[in-house]
Every structure is written in C-alpha cells, then in structure tokens.
C-alpha cells in the first residue's frame, strides 16, 4: 500500500467519523420543532411568532452538523494531507 | 449471460470551473461569478419590468405583486429589527432575493453561486462590517472595545472569538447547505446509474445512455435539496442578518 493510498483510506474513515455529530443537531432540531409544535397547537394566534424562532433556533443548532459535513467534504473531495506528502 | 459489469460513472463533484481569464492582469472568471451576473441581470430585469409605469392606485398586476413584495419585505424587517431600523430593508430585500435565486439556479442546470465558499464568506463579511458598524454607533468607539471586557477582563478573548464565529458560522452554514445538497445528488445520480446497470435497465440511444431508474427519483431530492432548502436557508441567513445587526 502506497502512503497515499494509506491517506486516502484513513479520510474515507475519517469523513464517516465525521458525520457522527449529525446525531447532536438531529436531536436538537426535533426537541425545538416539537416544542414549537406544541407551542402552536397551545396558541394558534401566536404560531408566525413560533415558527420564526423556531427556524432561527433549528438553523443555529443545525450548524454543528452543517461544520461536520463541511469537515467531511474536505476529506472526501479536497483533501490537505495528500500535499503534505 | 455474460454478467453484465457495473458500471460506475465517476463521481462529478468539482468546484466552479475556470470560465475564462481576463488577459492582462490574469483573473481568473469562475462559474460563480458568471452565474452570479445571470442572476443579477436577471432580478434588474425584473425590478424594471415590475415597477414600470407606477400609479397611485395599483391597476396592473404587475404592481400588486411589486407591492406585495416591498411590503413583506419591509413587515419582515420590521418585526425582526423595530422600525427605526427600517433602512436596512433594501438590504436585506437584496441578500434575500440573490441568495434565493443564486441557489434556484441549480433548478436549470447552472451551478449555484452559494456552493461556492467565496461568495457566502463575502455575504458573511458584508454582515461583520454592517454588524460593527451598529455597535459603534450604539457603544461610541470606547464603549465598543469596552463590550469586549464585559462582564469580566478574562473573557476577552473567548468574546473576540464569539464576535468573529457570527459571520463564519452564517457563511459556512449556508455553504455547507447548498454544497452538501451538490453532493448528496450526485451520490445518489451515480448509485442510481450503478443500480440500473446491475439491474440490466441502462439502454444505450446512439450516443445517449439512458438509466431507468434515473428517471423521476432525484426530482424528489431536488425539490427537498433546491428548492426548499435554497429557499429557507436564504430566508435564515436574512433573519441572522437582521437579528445580529439589531442593537438594542
């Protein structure tokens, strides 16, 4: 095995690592759009009040899982070791 | 039978190709920027047609929908800013419109300008100075270098990483969006052609390959993946925008 396959094997594992952190924001997002839910359903009145805090939230606790898979495309598809080499 | 070899078309994923360079002084004009004055040329054109021949009383319908336009633009600003912030509403009607339509474009087949890191790190730095530029108005000079030292002297520096993390993280989330989208579609376009040819459903037209299976499943994705997170992810980064700027 050549060094730079050893390198490209080790970003595959890498890159799916990676992804691991989708766990934390799916788990976020969910808890803020089913309070936002219940919100809703509570006063309808108020609900574009609920829902726009709550796309604020969900994009806020979204971008850890946005950073990881930003960590794994530049592993997948622009990776900086190879040129270390 | 012979069987059949899979056939797995390479994985296209490439960032903005080189669409010519200006002689001289060797810059470089990437697809981003072409697809970028596309997008330009195309809301100019359609400002000028809407707004054409104006009355007091709206009689076209080419006036209702401008005014419809203006005024939940400005009833967005209003609820997220407080009305003496309302100059802010052309920007904000600007980066709402460009971003949503720059990663619309993907719909026909162009490449989208906000799967480009440059484009979205410009918009973040555009939010930094504007962002800046109300807390000096707010604080006075002193009293903004001061904010840092607040509530106490040794959290300094974690502040000066707070003050910088607000526009990279709005660039990179809207990066990441459009350009994870990219790249899901074109994992899944290439799984499909490798599914159909190892299900003997890839015909061959003359020059044309053709694979069932490619047929009508990744228009679910790109709705989900162009349309509705262009849109919304548009809309976010407006609403951080509008919430950041906001000093109250």
């Keep these: 095995m050549t060094a730079e396959g050893l390198i490209y094997a080790c970003s595959a594992i890498g890159a799916g690592a990676a992804m691991i952190a989708g766990i934390g924001p799916g788990i976020g997002v969910s808890y803020a759009v089913g309070s936002a839910v219940d919100a809703c359903t509570r006063y309808p009145e108020s609900s574009g009040d609920c829902l726009r805090t709550m796309f604020i939230g969900a994009a806020i606790s979204e971008s850890m899982g946005v950073f990881s898979l930003i960590v794994a495309l530049l592993l997948m598809f622009a990776n900086p070791f190879v040129d270390l080499l | 039978m012979p069987i059949q070899q899979i056939s797995t078309a ?86 709402i419109s460009y971003a949503a339509l720059g990663s619309l474009v993907s719909l026909i087949g162009l490449r989208s300008i906000t799967a480009d890191v440059n484009t979205t790190l410009t918009w973040g730095a555009m939010t930094f100075i504007l962002i800046t530029y109300e807390k000096f108005r707010a604080n006075g000079f002193l009293g903004y270098f001061k904010s840092y030292t607040q509530p106490v002297p040794v959290i300094t520096p974690i502040n000066i990483i707070s003050e910088v993390a607000t526009p990279v993280s709005m660039a990179f989330r809207l990066f990441g969006n459009i350009a994870g989208g990219m790249v899901i579609t074109g994992i899944i376009y290439m799984a499909l052609a490798a599914a159909s040819s190892a299900l003997h459903l890839s015909f ?14 990744p228009a679910v994705l790109s709705v989900y993946f162009d349309l509705f997170a262009g849109c919304i992810q548009a809309y976010i980064f407006a609403t951080l925008t509008m919430v950041n700027v906001a000093q109250d």
Excluded at chain 2, 39 to 50: K, P, S, T, Y
Excluded at chain 2, 204 to 217: E, H, M, R, Y
């Design chain 2, 204 to 217: 061959a037209i003359g020059p044309f390959s053709i694979n069932v299976l490619q047929v009508g499943i």
């Design chain 2, 10 to 95: 390479a994985l296209d994923i490439h960032g903005p190709k080189i669409v010519f360079t200006i002689p001289g002084i060797n810059w470089k004009i990437t697809e981003t920027v072409v697809v970028g004055w596309i997008v330009i040329a195309f809301i100019l054109a359609l400002c000028i047609f809407l707004t054409r021949n104006l009355k007091k009383t709206p009689s076209t319908k080419r006036q209702v929908i401008a005014e419809y336009i203006v005024s939940s633009v400005n009833n967005l600003v209003k609820q997220n800013m407080g009305s003496k912030y309302m100059r802010y509403a052309p920007y904000i009607a600007t980066l």
